[in-house]
């Protein structure tokens, strides 16, 4: 019969993988991709969705184009991988049978890694950092701040996902309390000396929200916290706050199934650079969040670019197609207030040992309106495009 890929998580890498493999391969190749929820929620743009810039729905997409490009969408959670057999178990029973198998399932956090949170505590402290219901209830959560509350945030050791993500999450959430609770206060407790585009962040939240954001940083204590979600306190290098909102972004690792796959060495999956193929088994790919690949950044444009070349050397190993070199790219855009829109990236090569950066850019502070408002449009473009990529 037909070569079998299986592909386990239908986000930013998983999807792309998917439908790139289903439509250049003509129907040459099996595609069945497994993922449990039937409406992805980027993370992407759901900070600005906190800011009240975007809506949820605008976050929202189904997996009826993929389904229409020939991929088998089966909704269901992956539980169990048996590499020797070459089998993926799922939670609704029965096992689905793989030549090449792709695991992109995103991040889990690090059990103990936030003092006195737990998964049982996601709702009195969401961590939003799962898209759909999570964000949304962070959202509710910050509408129903009382008139000069103090929303807080424990941010993530390195390396997690986003990394800009938290500092885009702390200027949404100014942006939002400065229109409707201006006398509100934002904490956030850091256990990183500095965080990504921190001097176009920082610059912008002077200029923007002059004295709403206390950042503590690992040099003022800011690793040293614990949160007590049913008192609603975080204690910050001993410093008891009582808080309104507390947005708790624990440190992260690969998504379980990864683990549970045997390909994960520490926290993460360590991947061949050149086609995405774990050190573990030449059969099992890992994309995205969830890989340990070198200089890319955790990032959906990173996962969709590795998933294009993942894409490309799987159907070259079933069906003999041409395998171009690898190539990757990433951007980050932050957005800081209104049309003030910032990025960094760069592109990458597959080396022996990595996914190496080739070279970058990144916005400079002191830049004009023009030219910050072009940078967010710019964002925009991407944000269609990739969820086009992604979903048909
Ligand atoms: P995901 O996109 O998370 O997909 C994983 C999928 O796997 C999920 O749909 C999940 O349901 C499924 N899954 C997990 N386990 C299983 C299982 N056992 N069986 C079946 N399915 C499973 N990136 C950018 O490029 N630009 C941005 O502006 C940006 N902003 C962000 C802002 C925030 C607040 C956050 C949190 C993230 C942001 N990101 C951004 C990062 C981006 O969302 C992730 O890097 C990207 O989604 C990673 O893709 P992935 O395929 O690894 O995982």
């Not at 198998?101 to 939003?128: C, K, R, T, Y």
């Not at 409707?180 to 585009?197: E, H, R």
């Not at 774990?278 to 890992?286: E, G, L, P």
């Amino acid at each position: 019969g037909k070569p079998r890929v299986v592909v386990v998580g239908g986000g930013a890498g998983g999807a792309t993988a998917a439908r790139y493999i289903a439509k250049d391969s003509k129907g040459a190749i099996d595609v069945t991709l497994i993922e449990p929820t039937r409406m992805y929620y980027t993370c992407f743009f759901s900070n600005l969705y906190l800011g009240g810039v975007k809506e949820i729905d605008d976050l929202g997409h189904s997996y009826g184009g993929l389904a229409a490009g020939g991929v088998n969408v089966v909704h269901d959670w992956a539980v169990a991988v048996d590499r020797d057999a070459k089998t993926v178990s799922l939670a609704g029973g029965g096992s689905v049978p793989y030549d090449k198998l792709i695991l992109s399932p995103g991040i889990d956090f690090v059990e103990g890694a936030v003092e006195g949170w737990d998964l049982s505590a996601q709702n009195a402290m969401p961590h939003a950092y799962k898209g759909g219901s999570q964000t949304e209830l962070l959202k509710a959560q910050l509408a129903a701040m009382p008139e000069g509350g103090t929303f807080a945030m424990v941010a993530p050791p390195n390396p997690y996902r986003c990394p800009p993500g938290p500092y885009e999450r702390v200027s949404m959430v100014a942006h939002y309390l400065k229109a409707n609770n201006p006398t509100a206060k934002i904490i956030v407790a850091d256990p990183k000396p500095k965080f990504s585009k921190m001097a176009l962040f920082q610059e912008g939240w002077g200029e923007h929200y002059d004295g709403m954001i206390d950042w503590i940083g690992e040099d003022f204590g800011g690793g040293e916290v614990s949160v007590d979600p049913n008192a609603m306190t975080v204690t910050i290098d001993g410093e008891v706050t009582k808080v309104d909102v507390c947005n708790v972004i624990p440190a992260m690792k690969a998504g379980r199934i990864a683990e549970l796959a045997g390909v994960t060495d520490g926290n993460w999956a360590p991947v061949n650079a050149a086609d995405m193929s774990t050190k573990a088994d030449a059969d099992v790919y890992v994309l995205g969040d969830a890989s340990s690949q070198g200089d890319m950044p955790k990032s959906g444009f990173s996962a969709n670019s590795q998933a294009k070349v993942c894409a490309n050397a799987v159907r070259g190993a079933l069906t003999g197609s041409k395998v171009f070199p690898a190539k990757f790219s990433n951007t980050c855009w932050s957005l800081i207030d209104t049309n003030d829109g910032v990025k960094v990236g760069a592109t990458y090569e597959a080396t022996d040992e990595k996914i190496a950066k080739v070279d970058g850019f990144i916005s400079a502070t002191g830049e004009s309106a023009e030219l910050r408002k072009a940078t967010y449009e710019e964002s925009e473009g991407w944000y269609a495009g990739i969820t086009a990529d992604m979903f048909g």
